[in-house]
């Protein structure tokens, strides 16, 4: 498929595109996650990581998981200029070529992953370009516009950083990187389906069949509790390994009590007591789970500053 009928409803205004635009292809603000994640990962595990090493390797994971975003926005272009959330990014708003951004995202995934293997190991290296296989292929041109359950495949890819940033210092894969990807994994659907909720998305008029469009809103508040479920359990988990520590349990233990009551209220609501407090309970539960990733994967890098003092 060519790039002109792939992307035939993308504005045909020519306008020249800025360093921010290219720079706004790889998606910075999902890449702030990536760089954390992988940067917790690689700092918890065992041993140690020269500093210019460690530098290179996040460097090379936040360039990867950009090209990814690249990568993903080109394929998508024609659905975003569609849809009123993503109709001025760079490709639908006419300032930057879809073939610019397949080149720039295929070009930073080979330096990316080359650059991951010399400077590291090949495991880690080998963890990245299937990160990002996985998340333009099997999600973004296969799965995405198939299944309503897109958002918890395109998850997985989110959650590889930190199993990155471990097998950076290890050269290997463990319970601990395991259970640092379940905690991202399982916390995206019942993230993003929160903000589903509250959000008039246009993803049904653009084809996209997110849940609250195929199986409607009860189904949607279904599955933000079936999903925090098991979360809970993986997030308590994750603190009785050797990276864990009584400040994780004690970070755990609030953080799930409080995402777990916004889930559970979520799900014990009807859509007419949602409108009629216009969304107050999903909007804060939303807002929990920003919180939520950031507080987890920071106690653990508090939990190894603790361990490298000796305390």
Not at 119 to 132: D, H, P, S
Not at 142 to 149: C, G, S
Not at 221 to 244: D, K, S
């Amino acid at each position: 498929m060519s790039d002109l009928s792939l992307h035939e409803t993308v504005s045909e205004t020519p306008v020249e595109a800025q360093l921010g635009d290219y720079f706004a292809l790889l998606k910075p603000r999902v890449m702030t996650l990536v760089v954390f994640t992988a940067l917790v990962g690689m700092i918890v595990a065992p041993g140690s990581v020269h500093p210019f090493i460690g530098f290179v390797a996040i460097l090379c994971i936040a360039v990867g998981g950009g090209a990814s975003g690249a990568l993903n926005m080109w394929w998508d272009a024609d659905i975003d200029a569609r849809m009123r959330r993503t109709a001025k990014r760079p490709i639908p708003g006419g300032r930057v070529e879809a073939g610019e951004a397949l080149a720039l995202g295929l070009a930073l995934s080979g330096f990316s992953v080359v650059l991951l293997g010399l400077a590291t190991n090949f495991l880690a290296a080998g963890l990245l370009a299937f990160t990002i296989f996985f998340y333009v292929v099997i999600y973004s041109i296969w799965l995405k516009r198939a299944t309503p359950q897109n958002i918890v495949i395109g998850g997985a890819a989110g959650a590889f950083p930190p199993m990155i940033g471990w097998a950076v210092a290890t050269g290997g894969i463990s319970v601990e990187s395991v259970l640092m990807f379940l905690l991202v994994f399982m916390w995206t659907p019942p993230h993003f389906w929160a903000l589903a909720l509250f959000v008039k998305s246009d993803y049904g008029d653009a084809g996209v069949p997110m849940l609250t469009e195929t199986h409607g809103r009860r189904a949607t508040r279904n599955h933000v509790l079936a999903y925090c479920l098991p979360l809970v359990v993986v997030a308590l988990g994750l603190g009785v390994t050797p990276i864990g520590g009584w400040i994780y349990l004690a970070t755990a233990v609030v953080m799930n009590i409080w995402f777990l009551k916004g889930c559970y209220e979520i799900w014990r609501r009807t859509e007419a007591q949602a409108e009629a407090d216009n969304y107050k309970v999903e909007i804060r539960t939303f807002k929990i789970s920003l919180y939520y990733l950031f507080a987890h994967f920071g106690a653990l890098w508090i939990e190894a500053a603790l361990r490298w003092g000796g305390l």
